[in-house]
């Protein structure tokens, strides 16, 4: 396939109109034939990645429950395996907030154009503020209380609500993990055709993404940078350091905190570790995506790692499906990020309503490109940040869904490890020092291949 037909290389070339585009614009005065001909591409995008966001949740989440199959045979593991997933979600996105809150990416954009921008999305910002008067009068269980809905279809229209989608995703899905199997199924495979078409509108959507992003650019630009269009290189720098502080995080979460606990909880070293699921990996980065890269995965788990074929074929499966660091960790500095550029300072609670939503919300982001960008949007507008703002980074989330991707397989494969070993079911193999030898060398010559027509 030639470089230009493939889907990053058109959103970069749109990123790059965008900023030519949005840099001539303001210099000429544009700004009113920009917001009629060339913002509602944006919008439409924004819109069509909004639209999904719902039924993307609750089929994702409720086929990833139901996958459990039975409570009583696979409560040790399932338990295990779900604890572990959440607790370095959990640590992925305490790095990502200490990262970015330590190192303000967003605050080296001038306060000049943080005025700016806060002028473009003044209604946005006094939704905000009014939302958060409103919080301060509420009583401390009341979180727990908006959790619940009242009535699902109304919470399903507002993308606001998705606290309360979540709910129901969990509620259904545990019902159907309690009601007879010849009864469930029907219901199961209604959500799976579901998660599958949805998985496919993503796909879509995505294609629009090059012409979304130029509108979304464009508009942003010309709006901006209309008054004091040299203030544009400290945005562009800003993004940049953005971009370091995404990739500092990803690096602590993949060669400090994995490898801490395969240091702790197995009796594989290190270097073995990572010898093994190198095929897993580079297929990651290829196609940015843990659903595909899934049977790769389980074949480095089984053979490279001596990881049971009992646990890899839960573990593994349910981690394309609900463990999602990277991507946690990326929507926690991207969200900060674009708030700090808006210059909106978020409130430790809010900070704290970044994670729980993130932690929750990982669980329902599908194993498949740009499915993050989805979550970020659903993020976003629960703290208050006007989701538009997604527009600063869009440009540069292809080659950190390729890194997040890898920091995705590499903590799928190390949690079948810890719960293998936990199970003794955790073999000594040869074949991870032997990747050079006929044993492997089939298992690395898919992977190349796998990555070369990627």
């Not at 936990?422 to 089939?442: C, F, H, I, K, R």
């Amino acid at each position: 396939m030639p470089w230009y037909r493939k889907l990053h290389w058109q959103i970069i070339i749109g990123l790059l109109l965008g900023l030519a585009y949005g840099i001539v614009g303001a210099a000429q005065g544009w700004e009113q034939f920009t917001a009629y001909w060339i913002a509602p591409f944006g919008t439409i995008f924004l819109n069509l990645l909004k639209l999904i966001a719902v039924p993307l949740i609750l089929a994702s989440l409720v086929v990833g429950i139901a996958s459990l199959a039975d409570l009583n045979k696979l409560s040790r593991i399932g338990g295990k395996t779900i604890g572990l997933y959440l607790i370095t979600t959990v640590i992925a996105l305490v790095v990502g907030l200490t990262l970015v809150n330590t190192l303000d990416p967003g605050g080296s954009v001038p306060a000049e154009m943080q005025q700016q921008l806060e002028e473009t999305y003044r209604d946005d910002v006094g939704e905000r503020e009014a939302f958060a008067e409103d919080a301060a009068d509420r009583g401390p269980l009341q979180p727990i209380v908006d959790m619940v809905p009242a009535n699902f279809f109304n919470s399903a229209s507002d993308n606001g609500n998705m606290l309360q989608v979540v709910f129901v995703a969990f509620f259904i899905g545990i019902g159907l993990l309690l009601i007879p199997g010849e009864k469930a199924q029907p219901l199961i495979d209604f959500f799976d055709s579901l998660n599958t078409l949805i998985i496919k509108l993503v796909e879509i959507i995505m294609l629009t993404a090059p012409v979304g992003v130029f509108g979304l650019l464009a508009d942003a630009i010309v709006s901006i940078a209309a008054d004091s269009p040299a203030e544009l290189g400290s945005l562009l720098s800003a993004l940049g350091y953005y971009c370091v502080v995404v990739v500092l995080g990803l690096a602590v979460m993949v060669f400090v905190v994995y490898p801490l606990f395969v240091t702790l909880f197995t009796r594989k070293s290190v270097p073995e570790f990572f010898k093994a699921i190198a095929p897993a990996q580079l297929v990651a980065f290829s196609t940015s995506s843990s659903g595909a890269t899934l049977p790769i995965t389980m074949e480095v788990s089984e053979k490279n790692l001596g990881v049971s074929k009992e646990i890899s074929s839960f573990v593994l499966p349910l981690g394309a499906t609900i463990n999602m660091d990277g991507t946690a960790l990326y929507q926690a500095v991207a969200a900060v990020f674009i708030a700090q550029v808006l210059g909106l300072d978020l409130t430790m609670v809010q900070q704290l309503n970044i994670v729980l939503i993130a932690v929750l919300a990982s669980i329902g982001t599908a194993g498949v490109p740009s499915a993050g960008i989805v979550m970020l949007v659903v993020i976003l507008e629960s703290v208050g940040v006007p989701s538009a703002g997604i527009a600063l980074i869009l440009g540069v989330d292809r080659p950190l869904d390729m890194l997040r991707t890898v920091n995705n397989i590499t903590g799928d494969t190390m949690v079948a490890s810890v719960v293998a070993e936990s199970e003794n079911a955790l073999s000594d193999v040869n074949g991870v020092m032997q990747m050079g030898t006929n044993d492997s060398g089939p298992l690395t010559t898919a992977a190349s291949e796998t990555s070369s027509t990627s």
